[in-house]
């Protein structure tokens, strides 16, 4: 008898718990909430100070550059400044990477390209002047070298007068100029659309910081 009201209990609590009219439910879930990271808390902090040193940090982004497993942090300061100021994390320390280059326009969101082939920052300039002449396309790409960002390829079409010049280097101060077919070959190895992709900044403002680094 005892038996059969065991059974009867459990069948009435178990009717009860389907329908939603039980108390809790028979079997209680234990729920975690996934804790920020120490990475992403001290990003948060410092992008709530908005400065390091004597720059803003008006714009950011996370981003793995070098596909370690650690984020790094890509600011900008405004458009007009071409510069991406980089921060990764060492030892639970933030250092600081230097910058990369980079290119927006006036009317243009804060944007950057990365290569993910290449774990490089890439600045494309689609025109610049140089010594009286003109340059452009241009491209370059920086990527993580020990604790600094470092520049390691560079190409770029110049013109002066009539006159065209191909170039192919590391930096866009260490370079040569090659044949017109030679740099060609080297932009598709390394700089061809399908290895670059665009990636927009986002404003350092309370909504996005709790957005990305919660």
């Known amino acids: 008898m005892n038996q059969i009201k065991k059974i009867l209990c459990f069948m009435f609590v178990l009717i009860l718990t389907v329908s939603g009219l039980a108390p809790y439910?028979?079997?209680?879930?234990?729920?975690?909430v996934k804790a920020a990271s120490a990475d992403t808390?001290?990003?948060k902090q410092l992008l709530e100070q908005g400065k390091y040193e004597v720059f803003d940090l008006n714009y950011f982004y996370l981003l793995d550059i070098n596909r370690d497993g650690t984020e790094e942090l890509i600011c900008m300061r405004y458009w007009s400044d071409n510069s991406l100021h980089v921060f990764t994390q060492k030892n639970g320390q933030i250092v600081?990477?230097?910058t990369s280059g980079s290119r927006n326009g006036p009317k243009e969101v804060p944007k950057f390209y990365y290569s993910?082939?290449?774990?490089?920052?890439?600045?494309?300039?689609?025109?610049?002047?140089?010594?009286?002449?003109?340059?452009g396309p241009a491209y370059e790409y920086s990527h993580i070298s020990g604790t600094e960002m470092k520049d390691w390829k560079y190409t770029a079409v110049m013109k002066s007068g009539s006159t065209r010049y191909y170039a192919k280097g590391k930096t866009s101060s260490k370079y040569k100029f090659v044949s017109k077919?030679?740099?060609?070959?080297?932009?598709?190895?390394?700089?061809?659309p399908k290895y670059i992709k665009k990636y927009t900044l986002l404003r350092n403002t309370l909504e996005n910081?709790?957005?990305?680094l919660n």
């Open 96 to 98: 600081y990477l230097g």
């Open 181 to 192: 077919k030679k740099q060609k070959a080297f932009y598709k190895k390394y700089f061809a």
């Open 25 to 32: 439910s028979f079997y209680e879930k234990n729920e975690t």
């Open 41 to 43: 808390l001290a990003y």
């Open 209 to 212: 910081r709790e957005a990305v």
């Open 116 to 135: 993910k082939k290449y774990k490089s920052l890439c600045r494309k300039e689609k025109y610049a002047t140089f010594g009286g002449g003109l340059m």
